[in-house]
């Protein structure tokens, strides 16, 4: 599996918010892109989690959204 540390920004319940280091990568068993970003600090998952079945981000181009 492939990881790397990029930073993330989004706004969440009308905030913006960044995590300097989400976590993006490659999962070959389930054959798609995956990104973790903005961990809880008492358990440490992360409040935004994609990409965790089958083929879910097939390209990187998969997460960004279009209008």
């Known amino acids: 599996m ?3 540390t990029i930073t993330v920004t989004g706004t969440v319940t009308g905030r913006g918010r960044s995590d300097p280091e ?3 990568g490659y999962d070959p068993p389930i054959r ?7 961990p809880h600090e008492v358990t440490d ?3 935004l989690w994609l ?3 089958d083929h ?3 390209a990187l ?3 960004t959204m279009q209008p």
């Open 32 to 38: 798609t892109y995956f990104l973790q970003a903005f």
């Open 56 to 58: 879910a981000f097939e």
């Open 51 to 53: 990409g965790t079945h």
């Open 2 to 4: 492939s990881r790397y």
């Open 45 to 47: 998952e992360p409040a």
């Open 61 to 63: 181009d998969d997460f």
């Open 22 to 24: 989400a976590i993006i």
